[in-house]
């Protein structure tokens, strides 16, 4: 069976790293053909065209920015190239509808799709320790199974193509609020005259105590968000989904409201490859606190 891997950025250049790492065959395709050559370096086929890598393909792993970037590579004229009966696994973190639309197109070619974003940073990827949420056909995840295992730990959510992708929705909504929180706070005790890292021992190593919390409380407090392991840009786009998800089902959700205007300001900074967690800055702007080198890090 032809397996490919589409989207090399940096989760899926990592993701794909650790499947050939397990010595599974896989091709690769990406946009800027330099990612593709540097796996294959570690064993994978580098298929230079979108049409050549989907033609045949039995199963298809897509790890891409957004909806548009989804709909780009499948659609009604690419998904005839797959293989009868072939599956789609897509990391990425869509809308729900786009991924309805894509499961749809395929099943009226005979292809299934499993949706299956991650929980994890590049580093979480590097080292298989992602969380990988499902959702859709049983026969689809039979199928993806042995590629998915060096990734990290699955969760299952059912065949409702939707429900993993509401389910990452909701947590990278409570990722943020977090990050908004833990900036308020440690704006509040710097401004009293408290040390916001003797502040931020305290809570991350009692009632907070997790993986999460420390990581993006240490990179608020450092000001590092030059390196972007998840950018303001896809900050943006997943908590825009969130707001246009809430409207349509009539959830009132105060907070992803705040949230989208943090992000917001900050696209219209230039701040879009800095990381998400440097909405914190904004926090520190309001407050009137000396501002840090936006790109450190």
Known sequence: ??????????????????????????????????????????????????????????????????DPALEGVLNERTAKLLSRGAT???????????????????????????????????????????????SGPKAAKEVAAPYLAPLGEPFDFGEDPKSALLVKLGFNLMIASMIETLSEAFCLVEKGG??????????SGTLFDAPAVKTYGGLI???????AGFS????????????????????????????????DKGLSLGWKDRDWCAISELQ???????PRDPWEG
């Open 1 to 66: 069976m032809k397996a490919v891997f589409i989207g090399l950025g940096r989760m899926g250049s990592r993701m794909a790293g650790r499947m050939l790492g397990a010595g599974l065959p896989l091709g690769v395709h990406n946009r800027t053909a330099g990612r593709a050559r540097e796996l294959g370096a570690q064993g994978a086929q580098v298929i230079d065209s979108l049409e050549e890598a989907l033609s045949g393909a039995g199963l298809v792993f897509t790890m891409l920015s957004d």
């Open 88 to 134: 789609h696994v897509s990391f990425s973190t869509v809308s729900p509808a786009a991924i309805l639309r894509t499961s749809w197109l395929l099943e009226s070619v005979g292809a299934k799709s499993l949706s299956s974003p991650v929980m994890g940073r590049p580093e979480a990827a590097k080292a298989g320790k992602l969380r990988l949420l499902l």
């Open 194 to 203: 408290v040390d916001p890292e003797a502040f931020f021992g305290l809570v």
């Open 221 to 227: 407090l450092k000001g590092k968000f030059g390196d």
């Open 232 to 263: 303001m840009a896809l900050g943006a786009k997943d908590v825009g989904l969130v707001a246009s998800e809430a409207e349509s089902s009539k959830t009132p959700m105060p907070l992803a409201g705040l949230l989208k205007e943090r992000f």
């Open 284 to 290: 520190r702007e309001n407050a009137g606190l000396p």
